[in-house]
């Protein structure tokens, strides 16, 4: 049963547009990311937080950045969207750190048109 | 740095044959290795996991994966898949100690035929 949960499911949207996807974990984790999912399925990570503080900030374009109010939340806002960055956006959350088993949302697929 | 290797993008096997996919690590330290599940339009879910001990760790649904580490391995078998069981599998590593982050593999896509 999912209990990370990312809304919206699905965002169209044009380019230079500002989007914000939210996600909420309910399993009293210390631990959320985001990774982008590519439609060759290539997973990358892009953010880490670990009781609210980043620990983890892969080489992401500065359009992207995360928000955290607190260890259940995890947004991620995109300033000005580019057609690259079409795709599915997933959260996750873990016990503490990568190390324990890692539960993923169902993804926000952004189209960029 | 840690990488890793899916050397096979795509495994078809029948129902009931077994099967086994491939996964190659890189790292020079002490990891964690791991296999999650990803069906279609859904997000991963964990399989299993190792870091020390047994080196043939099971997990849900029947998955078992076998570490080696003279061959840098840690590949995943099913002795008898169903339908249900194709997927898109991805294998992934992490440093020890308070990580942010799983390394995955480009992915092994597993369709079982009826």
């Known amino acids: 049963e999912t209990a990370v949960f990312q809304t919206p499911n699905y965002h169209v949207t044009q380019v230079g547009n500002e989007v914000s996807f939210n996600c909420k974990q309910t399993l009293g984790h210390d631990t959320m990311y985001w990774y982008k999912q590519d439609s060759k399925k290539l997973l990358k990570i892009m953010f880490s937080y670990n009781n609210k503080q980043l620990i983890v900030n892969e080489t992401v374009p500065r359009r992207f950045s995360p928000q955290s109010s607190d260890k259940a939340h995890l947004n991620l806002r995109i300033k000005s969207v580019e057609p690259e960055d079409s795709a599915v956006y997933l959260c996750a959350s873990s016990l503490q750190g990568a190390n324990t088993e890692v539960f993923f949302g169902k993804g926000t697929r952004l189209t960029v048109v | 740095t840690q990488t890793v290797s899916q050397s096979d993008a795509h495994v078809t096997v029948f129902e009931g044959d077994s099967v086994e996919l491939r996964c190659n690590y890189s790292?020079?330290?002490?990891?964690?290795l791991s296999w999650y599940i990803q069906h279609h339009g859904h997000g991963l879910q964990f399989l299993l996991k190792y870091y020390s001990g047994n080196p043939v760790v099971q997990g849900v649904n029947g998955f078992e994966a076998e570490f080696s580490k003279s061959d840098s391995s840690f590949h995943l078998r099913k002795a008898s898949v169903h339908w249900s069981d194709s997927a898109v599998y991805f294998c992934a590593v992490s440093a020890t100690g308070n990580t942010g982050k799983l390394i995955f593999g480009l992915g092994t896509t597993l369709q079982v035929q009826p």
């Open positions: 790292y020079g330290g002490s990891i964690y």
